[in-house]
């Protein structure tokens, strides 16, 4: 039997959720073939041209719909000059008419389960009234209880949630930290949820980049720097930039693809004032083989981010953004709990704390062996578990999204 398979995400901020769906689509790839019988393809659904520049497996495809992004009053298109309701409809209408002709036997959607203003709600609907088995995809943590309820309340409740879901996979241990517990998933969707294990071993690489991995990684022994997609990473890079590196010790800081230009230039420039030894790039080939063989690393708190570091052995400082959500600190915080990290407030963290974590960092290793790091190795049997449950089917909905 020949399985197909589409996987979600909104990218409004970042590539972190389409870069999760992508491990997802290479872990079933693998995987689940040997539990079904059959090949298995799919498409992945992302929402910033950025993700389809990552290879897929033999047998999957990107569909890159118009960018949407956060705006003061709620989100508006990223680059069309359309009214952001009609921006969401023209989305909606097309992951419809995707699926609709496409027929995959199970879909999963990452982190929102209606997409940007409920673009999916009418997807979903379809998908079920077909007998597609649906599944939402979750970070370890959302954020304060507070705010992830009035995010469910905010969506018809999780009762309304749960009613369109099979299932929904926490991509994290709970042991570390368990959302189910802290009241950020509510019971509805509780009941649906198993926890995976972090994304982290297995993860596969990203594109080739045109600059080849030897020409940037510094000779050992080196310290790094990643900010994730560095859209919002300026911060922690002018301090990772303008702070002193260990003796024999070479720097490389990755500001992420998204970072303004300006502010790279400007990172550039802190950095030569202060070390010959530090070079910036915009993105490297294999960042999780950098952060294995660095002999310490700065990062931000982002899932993924944090997943490529679990994966390894390497000293890991946390300085996790706190902004817009509180995601970050409260992962970080689990984490260094535990003793897989070490965490700063970005808002007191200074370049002098960076310059003595690296001086004191760089001659030990850090064992994170009492972390479940293997959730790709549990999503082709939770996929084929769920696969070969009958699913019943429900009215088909109208096209009409709001």
Same mark, same amino acid.
């Given at each position: 039997?020949?399985?197909?398979?589409?996987?979600?995400?909104?990218?409004?901020?970042?590539?972190?959720?389409?870069?999760?769906?992508? /491990?997802?689509?290479?872990?079933?790839?693998?995987?689940?073939?040997?539990?079904?019988?059959?090949?298995?393809?799919?498409?992945?659904?992302?929402?910033?041209?950025?993700?389809?520049?990552?290879?897929?497996?033999?047998?999957?495809?990107?569909?890159?719909?118009?960018?949407?992004?956060?705006?003061? @009053?709620?989100?508006?298109?990223?680059?069309?000059?359309?009214?952001?309701?009609?921006?969401?409809?023209?989305?909606?209408?097309?992951?419809?008419?995707?699926?609709?002709?496409?027929?995959?036997?199970?879909?999963?959607?990452?982190?929102?389960?209606?997409?940007?203003?409920?673009?999916?709600?009418?997807?979903?609907?379809?998908?079920?009234?077909?007998?597609?088995?649906?599944?939402?995809?979750?970070?370890?943590?959302?954020?304060?209880?507070?705010?992830?309820?009035?995010?469910?309340?905010?969506?018809?409740?999780?009762?309304?949630?749960?009613?369109?879901?099979?299932?929904?996979?926490?991509?994290?241990?709970?042991?570390?930290?368990?959302?189910?517990?802290? @009241?950020?998933?509510?019971?509805?969707? /509780?009941?649906?949820?198993?926890?995976?294990?972090?994304?982290?071993?297995?993860?596969?690489?990203?594109? !080739?980049?045109?600059?080849?991995?030897?020409?940037?990684?510094?000779?050992?022994?080196?310290?790094?720097?990643?900010? @994730?997609?560095?859209?919002?990473?300026?911060?922690?890079?002018?301090?990772?930039?303008?702070?002193?590196?260990?003796?024999?010790?070479?720097?490389?800081?990755?500001?992420?693809?998204?970072?303004?230009?300006?502010?790279?230039?400007?990172?550039?420039?802190?950095?030569?004032?202060?070390?010959?030894?530090?070079?910036?790039?915009?993105?490297?080939?294999?960042?999780?083989?950098?952060?294995?063989?660095?002999?310490?690393?700065?990062?931000?708190?982002?899932?993924?981010?944090?997943?490529?570091?679990?994966?390894?052995?390497?000293?890991?400082?946390?300085?996790?953004?706190?902004?817009?959500?509180?995601?970050?600190?409260?992962?970080?915080?689990?984490?260094?709990?535990?003793?897989?990290?070490?965490?700063?407030?970005?808002?007191?963290?200074?370049?002098?704390?960076?310059?003595?974590?690296?001086?004191?960092?760089?001659?030990?290793?850090?064992?994170?062996?009492?972390?479940?790091?293997?959730?790709?190795?549990?999503?082709?049997?939770?996929?084929?578990?769920?696969?070969?449950?009958? !699913?019943?089917?429900?009215?088909?909905?109208?096209?009409?999204?709001?």
């Amino acid at each position: 039997m020949d399985t197909t398979i589409a996987l979600y995400s909104h990218d409004s901020v970042g590539l972190g959720h389409a870069r999760r769906n992508r /491990a997802l689509a290479y872990a079933l790839a693998e995987h689940l073939p040997a539990l079904t019988g059959g090949s298995v393809g799919g498409l992945l659904i992302a929402g910033h041209a950025d993700a389809g520049r990552d290879p897929l497996p033999e047998g999957w495809d990107w569909l890159v719909l118009p960018g949407m992004t956060r705006t003061r @009053g709620g989100y508006g298109p990223r680059s069309l000059g359309m009214e952001p309701a009609a921006l969401r409809d023209l989305r909606s209408a097309t992951i419809d008419a995707a699926l609709a002709a496409l027929d995959p036997a199970l879909f999963i959607a990452d982190r929102h389960p209606f997409g940007i203003d409920g673009e999916l709600r009418p997807v979903l609907a379809n998908l079920r009234a077909r007998g597609t088995a649906t599944v939402l995809g979750l970070r370890d943590v959302l954020d304060t209880p507070r705010v992830a309820a009035a995010e469910w309340e905010a969506l018809g409740g999780a009762e309304r949630v749960a009613s369109l879901l099979d299932e929904v996979w926490i991509y994290g241990d709970d042991r570390v930290y368990d959302p189910r517990l802290t @009241g950020e998933l509510p019971p509805a969707l /509780a009941q649906l949820a198993t926890a995976t294990g972090y994304l982290a071993h297995g993860r596969p690489a990203g594109r !080739v980049a045109t600059t080849s991995r030897a020409s940037l990684k510094p000779a050992p022994p080196y310290v790094l720097t990643v900010l @994730g997609g560095g859209s919002d990473g300026a911060d922690l890079a002018r301090l990772a930039a303008s702070a002193r590196l260990p003796e024999g010790h070479r720097h490389l800081l990755i500001t992420g693809p998204q970072m303004p230009d300006q502010e790279i230039a400007e990172i550039r420039g802190l950095a030569a004032a202060t070390s010959a030894s530090t070079s910036v790039v915009r993105s490297a080939p294999d960042v999780p083989e950098l952060i294995a063989e660095a002999a310490s690393v700065v990062c931000m708190g982002g899932y993924n981010t944090m997943a490529e570091v679990m994966a390894t052995a390497t000293p890991a400082l946390v300085v996790p953004r706190s902004r817009r959500r509180q995601e970050q600190p409260r992962r970080a915080r689990a984490l260094a709990t535990l003793g897989a990290v070490e965490t700063r407030d970005a808002e007191a963290v200074t370049a002098e704390d960076i310059t003595d974590w690296w001086a004191r960092s760089v001659t030990g290793r850090t064992d994170r062996s009492h972390i479940d790091l293997d959730g790709l190795a549990l999503i082709a049997p939770l996929a084929a578990q769920l696969l070969s449950a009958s !699913v019943p089917a429900v009215p088909e909905v109208s096209r009409h999204v709001g």
